[in-house]
DNA sequence: TAGAGCCTGGACAACGTTGTCATATGCGAG
DNA sequence: CTCGCATATGACAACGTTGTCCAGGCTCTA
C-alpha cells in the first residue's frame, strides 16, 4: 500500500510522470537500494550477475539517474555559468563555446544567460545561477559593482570575469589589451597621414568602450594632434544612430578623413556609410568581422581572440575549483593589428 | 553538539564552504524552518515583524536558497536544454538567443550544449540534460536516430526538434524550407540563363544538405536540365575541401556559370573563391551572411530566419510544458530570396 | 464570558541520492 | 571442522527544501 499510495499521493510535488528511482529499480531486480547506486555509478563490489539483473531493471523501466538529488547529496553540480551580453552576438559566440570546450574537457555542463547589457538583468541571472548551485561563474559585467557576488564568492562560487574587470570586489579576469589595441589602431591611421580621426563607441560606461577611447586618445596626443569633441561619439550601438554620427562626422564643418570604430557593430554599420560616400575615408574598427577581407577595400582591423579569451578564463576557474590557492590576477591578452587596405588609405579633403 | 557536528562532520559530502541553510537562518531569527521558507518565497501568513527578523538574519548569513533542493523537492527546474551542434556558429547564436528569450518569459533559465555534428555526443549531451531533470528540451539533431529519447519523453521530459527532423521517432519538428528554398535559389540562377550550375553542401546524411540538394536537382529538373555529377560536390564544410570542389568546378571539362551553396560556411569560402577569378560566375548561397550587401557583387542568397526558428520551438515546447495536449506536428518557415547582384549576373563561358 | 473561527508559526515527512557502517556469505588455512 | 578474513549486499541517515497538518493565541459574536 504505501508504495503504491507513493505513487499517487495527492499532494506529492511528483512531475514528470512518476519517473522511476532507484528504489523502484532495487524492488524489480530483487535488490538492495545501495547495489543499484554501485551499478549506475560503476562503483566495484558488485557480482556479474546481480549487475546483470540490475541493468535488466534499469532498461525495462527506463531509469536515469536524478542528478538533482546527486547534487543535493554530493555538493557539486559540475556545472558553471557563463553571464554574456548577448549571444547572437558573432563576439560572443564562439567565447562560449570555447568556455563550454574547457567545462567539457572537465566534465561539466555550461549554462548560458543574457544580460542585454543590464546591470540589474546581470545580477539577476548570476545569482539565480548561484542558486542552482553552479560550481563557478564566468560573468561578462554589465554593471560595475559586483559586490552581490562577495557571499557567494565566500561560499566557495569560483569566479571569473572576462572582457571587462569586476567592480568594487577583488576577483579574477581576463581581458583583451584595449587600451593597447585601440592605440594602435589609431596610430596606424595616424602613420597614413591622417589627423583628423573620428572615433564612433559604445557608452563609456562599458569598461571596453571607455579603454579604447583612452587608447585613441593616447594616440592622438602622442602624435600631437588635439582632439575634437566633433570627432568623438559614444553611446548605444544602434544602427540607426552609429549611422548618424558617421554622417555627421564626415559632413560637419571639420570633416573627418578616418574613423576608428570601437567595435564590431560599428564596424558594420560605420562600412557600410562609407561604402555610400563618393570619397575615400580610411578606417580601423576594433574586432575582426567575416568577409571583412573581401571589402573593397579591405577592412583593417584591431583583432581579439574571442576564444581564446573565453578559454583562459574557463581554464582559470577550473584552477580555481581544483583548489589551487591563486591569488586574484589580471590576464591582458594581446590584440593584432590586421591590415587590409582601408586603414591604409590616404587622407583626401 | 550535533549542531557544530554536523558542520564538521568528516564525511559530509558538503562543498561551498558550508553555506548556510534555511535552518540556520531559523536558528539566528529564532523562528521556524517552515518560517524561513515562507519569507523567502513571499508566502502569504508572515506577520511583518517576523518577516524583518528573519530577512536580517538572511542578510546577515548571506543566506541563498539552494534550487537542487527545491528542485528535488517539487519535481520542475525551470530550465530546459538546448543541444545544438556549434554556438559558434553565426547561424546558431541568434537561434539559441532567441531560445532563450523564451525560456526567460516562462521564468526558466537555458542550458546549452554543442554536439559538434557528432551523434554519440548529441546523445550524451542530451541524456545528460534530462539527468539534470530539465522540463524540456530542444535538440538540433546530429544523428538520425532518436529512439534513445523515447523513455523521457515518455517520463514527461517535453522536447522539440529544431532544423532537422527527429529520426524514428515521433516529436514536434519546427524546420525552415529547405527544399524550396533552395530550388527557388537555384531557379533564380536558371531564370537569369544559367544551366550548367554547380552545387555544393554539407554532408548528405544531414537532413537540411539532403533537402536543399534535392531543391537543386528539382529547380533543375524543372528546367528540364540533366544533372551532371561533376557539378555536385557533397561533404563536410571546411574551407579547404570546399574551395577545392569549387575550383574544380570552375575549371573542369564542363565548367559551371553558376554555383549554389547548401550553408553558410560553403558561401563564405565560396565568395573568397570567386573573389579570385577572373571571368563572373553567378552565385547564390543559403543562409544570409552579414555583409552580403557590400560585396562586390552583392550577394544573392536564400535567408532562413533562425531567431524565428528558435522562438517557435521554444514556444512549442512551452506550450507541451502547460499541458496543452497538442500532437506532435511539423511546422515548416519559409525562406526568403535576398537579391544583391550575384545571383543576377549572366553566364559567362 | 464562553465558544467559534481565523491567523501565525512550527513539527514532521518526503523528494532521490550517496556515504557509512553492519551483516551475511563463502573460502582457505590451520 | 572451525576460525578468520575478504568480499558482496543492504539498512539507514543525511543533503536542504517544501507540503501538510496541528497547536496556540487572538478576535469577534451571541
Redesign the interface.
Known sequence: MPETARRTDRHS?????N?PTMKDVAARAGVGLKTVSRVVNGEPGVTPETERRVQEAIDAL?F??????R???????A?IGLVLE?????F???L???V?EVARAHGA??????SAEDPDREQELA???????VDGLVVIPAGDDHRYL???I????ATVFVDRPAGRIDADVVLSDNFGGARDGVAHLIAHGHRRIGFIGDMPRIHTAAERLRGYRAAMEDAGIPVEDSWMSLGVTDPQRVRRAAEEMLTGPDPVTAIFAGNNRVT?TV??VL?EQSRRVAFVGFDD???A????PGVTVVAQDA?ALGRTAAERLFRQLDGDLITPERIELPTRLITRGSGELPPTD
Chains 1, 2 share one sequence.
Open positions: 510535488g511528483a512531475r514528470y510522470g519517473r527506463g536515469r539517474r536524478n542528478d538533482s538529488a547534487v543535493l547529496r554530493k555538493g557539486r553540480t556545472s548577448d549571444l547572437a552576438d558573432p560572443y559566440g564562439p562560449s563555446r570555447a563550454e555542463l555550461l549554462i548560458n544567460g543574457s545569482l539565480a545561477l548561484c542558486a542552482r548551485r562577495e557571499p557567494e565566500k561560499a566557495g562560487v558594420v562600412v557600410r561604402a568581422i567575416e568577409l577581407d573581401l571589402l573593397q576564444a
